[in-house]
């Protein structure tokens, strides 16, 4: 079931809209809903510095970024980290 419990356009609405288990409680307290979404799902090439600075400041950062690796996530900045460092840290962890 998809579950939405934040302001469309906000990071955090278009992280829950593909998030299918129940237990994301720890989202709540994600920074990046008080901001756009552009932040951290930029065009292909643009800087994620922005979207790294509020990620760096986030409670939830360790969560987020463990939810993106279990979740492969592909797309997007999740817990400070670019779809490339994700891919990377993924491939150094096997
Ligand atoms: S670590 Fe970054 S992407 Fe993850 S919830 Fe916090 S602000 Fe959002």
Known sequence: MIERFSPSGTLLSMHTEMI?????????????????????????????????????????????????????ERFGVWGGLSEKERLALRRTAH
């Open 20 to 72: 299918t288990t129940p237990d994301l409680a720890w989202q709540e307290e994600a920074l990046c809903a008080q901001t756009g979404a552009d932040f951290f799902f930029p065009e292909p090439g643009s800087s994620v510095r922005d979207a790294k600075r509020i990620c760096a400041l986030c409670p939830i950062r360790s969560a987020c970024l463990e939810y993106a690796l279990s979740n492969d």
